[in-house]
């Protein structure tokens, strides 16, 4: 199975300011058709997890453009270019190019200082 | 406006089986994937299987194989997901989640399933 390792566990950052995720797979997600499969998820506390970026850097309707993924190979990154405090929340990554299973990394925690 | 909504909260005992729904709205119910993904408590995201209606053939996770049914019903657009044989370590936060441009586009409010004796 692919493993997905992400940093930092726990990101308190200040209201205004940036804040970047890692996710790196222990291979790479590039698939045979092409496509990279690494889609960014949104679990707010006490909801249901919301995907925000799909295929690295392909931003769902309706998520705000200070969400921004990039990447590639094994490497990949999400941005919030300004934290609001509605960001609060956990952020998984996950791969679906090597399926069965989909697999997703552990989350990192961002917190308002 | 794509929709899933599942059943309610369960509590089980250990050795029993569990069957969550997931009636869907909007879209076409058979062209796309639907998954379940469980989330123990203070956990991260488990993939537990998939099916395409359209084939309804379902995939799971190797950690299920045996222990995992996934169905779905075209005429009321339903999927589901029977866990058998539970344990404690079962007690979780279950989720379907539909496709649409790539994996796990739409999800579920979650079905929290307790086992306990």
């Known amino acids: 199975d692919v493993v997905m390792t992400q940093s930092p566990f726990s990101l308190p950052v200040t209201l205004g300011q940036p804040a970047s995720i890692s996710c790196r797979s222990s291979?790479?997600?590039?698939?045979?058709?092409?496509?990279?499969?690494l889609n960014w998820f949104q679990q707010r506390p006490g909801q249901s997890p919301r995907r925000l970026i799909y295929k690295v850097s392909n931003r769902d309707s309706g998520v705000p453009d200070r969400f921004s993924g990039s990447g590639s190979g094994t490497d990949f990154t999400l941005k919030i270019s300004r934290v609001e405090a509605e960001d609060v929340g956990v952020y998984y990554c996950?791969?679906?190019?090597?399926?069965?299973?989909?697999?997703f990394g552990g989350g990192t925690k961002v917190e308002i200082k | 406006q794509v929709q899933l909504l599942q059943s309610g909260a369960e509590v089980k005992k250990p050795g029993s089986s569990v069957k969550v729904s997931c009636k869907t709205s909007?879209?076409?119910?058979?062209?796309?994937?639907i998954s379940w993904v469980r989330q123990a408590p203070g956990q991260g995201l488990e993939w537990m299987g998939v099916?395409?209606?359209?084939?309804?053939?379902?995939t799971y996770a190797q950690k299920f194989q045996g222990r995992v049914t996934i169905t779905t019903d075209e005429s009321t657009s339903t999927a589901y997901m029977e866990l058998s044989s539970l344990i404690s370590e079962d007690t979780a936060i279950y989720y379907c989640?539909?496709?649409?441009?790539?994996?796990?586009?739409?999800w579920g409010q979650g079905t929290l399933v307790i086992v306990s004796s």
């Open positions: 996950m791969q679906g190019t090597h399926w069965p299973p989909l697999t």
């Open positions: 099916i395409i209606p359209l084939f309804g053939t379902a």
């Open positions: 291979q790479s997600l590039v698939h045979s058709d092409g496509n990279t499969y």
């Open positions: 989640a539909r496709d649409g441009s790539s994996w796990l586009n739409y």
């Open positions: 909007g879209g076409t119910f058979s062209n796309y994937a």
